[in-house]
């Protein structure tokens, strides 16, 4: 009876161990710049999803009645076009929402080419090591010795200038960045105890690969996939403002700062709200990556 009494306190004093999501939303979530970026990309997400809904206007509709018109507030401005219409009459706000669509449809996509074949790459190099590896890895050195944006834009020279073209060469640029990181924590971990208890036990290639090292590799993965969608955005912003990428009369951020260089001093809104869009969803984007960062680091945990 005594020791049944003494059962609940002992128990007590050992409890159950963390919830790894709850660990890891106590963490993420002591970053308040980490919260702020979550915020506002969830809030990009919601407004690329309900474009059709939120947007007042077609993206692509002219009309020649309403040129260069400025924001509601300033003189000569209506709440019909509230963030003022561009130099062929097209509305401001519903370029923006669209274009929200666009640029998380290019991020995302070139983040997912890249992680896909950036994780085969650096899986494959740092298991069977060897030439294959050395062949792997100065290839990527090569690929980096090169500016980034240079070299987004002698593929897309070849290719031909458009979207999918676009997309294709910056994920080539930023694919190094995803072998280097799968490579490195693929040598960490398969000199661990784990590893060669799996494979003393049978286990051919395929099941350490993808069952035993990769899992234990996704966490600097998924930090670096969301500082590689602000990349992705940023470098196909770039693209669009030189002409390379999304081609007129599509609603894409980088796209509507090309259409409005030359109206920079007699209509300020037409360059300064594509520019902020790209400035808030980039900066959005990385403070989120901050915050994964923090939470998944075990060295970074307090």
């Known amino acids: 009876m005594a020791d049944a009494a003494v059962l609940p306190d002992s128990v007590a004093e050992h409890p159950a161990p963390a919830q790894p999501l709850r660990e890891f939303w106590t963490y993420f979530s002591a970053n308040k710049g980490a919260l702020g970026g979550l915020a506002i990309v969830l809030l990009v997400l919601l407004v690329a999803l309900f474009a059709p809904l939120l947007a007042p206007h077609s993206p692509v509709l002219t009309n020649e009645a309403v040129f260069l018109k400025p924001p509601f507030w300033q003189t000569g401005g209506s709440l019909a076009y509230p963030l003022g219409t561009d130099a062929i009459g097209r509305d401001i706000l519903s370029r923006l929402i669209y274009g929200a669509r666009l640029s998380l449809v290019i991020g995302i996509a070139v983040v997912a080419i890249s992680v896909a074949l950036g994780t085969t790459l650096g899986l494959t190099a740092g298991y069977f090591r060897g030439i294959y590896e050395i062949a792997v890895m100065r290839l990527m050195d090569i690929i980096l010795t090169l ?53 003393m036990n049978g286990a051919g290639h395929l099941r350490l690969m993808f069952s035993e090292v990769l899992p234990n590799c996704t966490a600097p993965l998924i930090v670096q996939a969301s500082l590689g969608i602000s990349t992705a ?55 989120l990556g901050d915050g994964l960062r923090d939470a998944f680091d075990p060295k970074l945990k307090r």
């Open 147 to 199: 500016p980034s944006l240079l070299l987004a834009i002698v593929i897309v020279a070849i290719l031909g200038p458009g979207m999918m073209n676009a997309m294709l060469a910056v994920a080539v640029v930023i694919l190094p960045h995803y072998v280097r990181i799968t490579r490195a924590a693929v040598i960490s971990e398969t000199s661990r105890d784990y590893v060669t208890a799996a494979r």
């Open 233 to 287: 955005i940023l470098d196909a912003a770039a693209l669009g403002f030189l002409g390379l990428g999304a081609q007129p009369p599509s609603p894409e951020w980088g796209t509507m700062l090309a259409d409005a260089r030359e109206f920079v001093l007699r209509a300020w809104w037409v360059v300064t709200f594509p520019g902020l869009m790209i400035f808030v969803t980039v900066l959005a984007f990385n403070l």
